[in-house]
Antibody, heavy 119, light 106 residues
Framework: QVQLVESGGGLVKPEGSLRLSCAAS????????MSWIRQPPGKGLEWVSF????????YYADSFKGRFTISRDNAKNSLYLQVNSLRAEDTAVYYC????????????WGQGTLVTVSS | EIVLTQSPGTLSLSPGERATLSCRAS???????LAWYQQIPGQAPRLLIS???SRATGVPDRFSGSGSESDFTLTISRLEPEDFAVYYC????????FGQGTKLEI
């Protein structure tokens, strides 16, 4: 069965950096676009970024261009999100999600990893 | 950017009743590329509907999606206790955006 397991979250000081990981299993990873979506505490969902199966095609929401970098390692069935210059407003649960057929909707989600930015 | 506005913000109903949730887009959504998700507190979102009206695998048939262009609806025909959750719409016709959510409460 499809499984997505995020890791790498935790408490980070403002201006710090973090690399989130998502380990995928149960499907042919390289065949799917993958995405990161975040959810601040008590708030709604925000799409962050998409990456194509070959890792060359990348999309970012305007709010996340510059400090956020998505990448993947198909040999390791893993998705990554590098976040730099963290701010308090980046505090959120970060989900990885699989897209079906292209960069469309999200048919499977991980359980998320919490990032807390605080001094 | 297409902005999705969901209404109502909170919907209070009882088990067995019918729920109607609305999602309106600031402009027409290409090819009816509209999805619905359910999120139970403490859990990840779960895909319910894609393409405005296609139920995802394993989703009970009491859930149905309808609509086109800029006006979409998620209907739950007879509410079960496990249906009380937050529901989000998402468009994927032009970039990717989510609505702010509708909380369905008992």
């Amino acid at each position: 069965q499809v499984q997505l397991v995020e890791s790498g979250g935790g408490l980070v000081k403002p201006e710090g950096s973090l690399r989130l990981s998502c380990a995928a299993s149960g499907f042919t990873f390289r065949d799917h676009y993958m995405s990161w979506i975040r959810q601040p505490p008590g708030k709604g969902l925000e799409w962050v970024s998409f990456i194509g199966g070959n890792g060359r095609t990348k999309y970012y929401a305007d709010s996340f261009k510059g400090r956020f970098t998505i990448s993947r390692d198909n040999a390791k069935n893993s998705l990554y999100l590098q976040v730099n210059s963290l701010r308090a407003e980046d505090t959120a649960v970060y989900y990885c999600a699989r897209s079906r057929g292209g960069p469309y909707y999200f048919d499977y989600w991980g359980q998320g990893t919490l990032v807390t930015v605080s001094s | 950017e297409i902005v999705l506005t969901q209404s109502p913000g909170t919907l209070s109903l009882s088990p067995g009743e019918r729920a109607t949730l609305s999602c309106r887009a600031s402009q027409s959504v290409n090819s009816n590329y509209l999805a619905w998700y359910q999120q139970i507190p403490g859990q990840a979102p779960r895909l319910l509907i894609s393409g405005a009206s296609s139920r995802a695998t394993g989703v009970p048939d009491r859930f149905s999606g309808s609509g086109s262009e800029s006006d979409f609806t998620l209907t739950i025909s007879r509410l079960e206790p496990e249906d009380f959750a937050v529901y989000y719409c998402q468009q994927y016709g032009s970039s990717w955006t989510f609505g702010q959510g509708t909380k369905l409460e008992i």
